[in-house]
T-cell receptor, first 114, second 116 residues
Framework: AQKITQTQPGMFVQEKEAVTLDCTYDTSDQSYGLFWYKQPSSGEMIFLIYQGSYDEQNATEGRYSLNFQKARKSANLVISASQLGDSAMYFCAMGRGATNKLIFGTGTLLAVQP | GAVVSQHPSRVICKSGTSVKIECRSLDFQATTMFWYRQFPKKSLMLMATSNEGSKATYEQGVEKDKFLINHASLTLSTLTVTSAHPEDSSFYIC????????????FGPGTRLTVT
């Protein structure tokens, strides 16, 4: 069965510090994609970063980087230099199959403190 | 960037009535759209995959007669909650894949449904 696990219901980080949000996944597929989305209190889902299962390099997008460890089936999100506007819910998701339908984790609520 | 709109953003209806939610891709064509449901402080749960010109594929446990999905064109999918009950109150979000794109899904802003 396909599953995404986020073990941190909530995290605190000081402004300007880096923070790592954990994500592990379970799949028997060889080809899949891993996504991170940010959901502020307004509700919209904001795409942050993507990692393909065959990508050898860790994905980076500005202050976001994905620490992909395939053997451990983990895809942790690292946010560097946290900003107050980073406070939101963060979801890890896995896409699979021809339609790339997404399975989401339970999310981590990040609070950035001044 | 690609934009997906949803209408309405918020709706309140009486128990027993039906509500239609629209999901539109504004600047790209989408052969596949997805409908999700999210309870407060919970994750997104995939309800169904909507394919243009064919029947939607529903996830296990989702009543297809309750949640009617129509994907009439490459830019529009609709979700109709039929005979709504208070337990149908939720946040409904759609997403769309670009016909010419690769992996990314673009999400709409969501529709908050309250059934009284």
């Amino acid at each position: 069965a396909q599953k995404i696990t986020q073990t941190q219901p909530g995290m605190f980080v000081q402004e300007k510090e880096a923070v790592t949000l954990d994500c592990t996944y379970d799949t028997s597929d060889q080809s899949y994609g891993l996504f991170w989305y940010k959901q502020p209190s307004s509700g919209e889902m904001i795409f942050l970063i993507y990692q393909g299962s065959y990508d050898e390099q860790n994905a980076t997008e500005g202050r976001y980087s994905l620490n992909f460890q395939k053997a451990r089936k983990s895809a942790n999100l690292v946010i560097s230099a946290s900003q107050l506007g980073d406070s939101a819910m963060y979801f890890c998701a896995m896409g699979r199959g021809a339609t790339n339908k997404l399975i989401f984790g339970t999310g981590t609520l990040l609070a950035v403190q001044p | 960037g690609a934009v997906v709109s949803q209408h309405p953003s918020r709706v309140i209806c009486k128990s027993g009535t039906s509500v239609k939610i629209e999901c539109r891709s504004l600047d790209f064509q989408a052969t596949t759209m997805f409908w999700y449901r999210q309870f407060p402080k919970k994750s997104l749960m995939l309800m169904a995959t909507s394919n243009e010109g064919s029947k939607a594929t529903y996830e296990q446990g989702v009543e297809k007669d309750k949640f009617l999905i129509n994907h009439a064109s490459l830019t529009l999918s609709t979700l109709t909650v039929t005979s709504a009950h208070p337990e149908d109150s939720s946040f409904y979000i759609c997403s769309a894949r670009d016909l010419g794109g690769s992996y990314e899904q673009y999400f709409g802003p969501g529709t908050r449904l309250t059934v009284t």
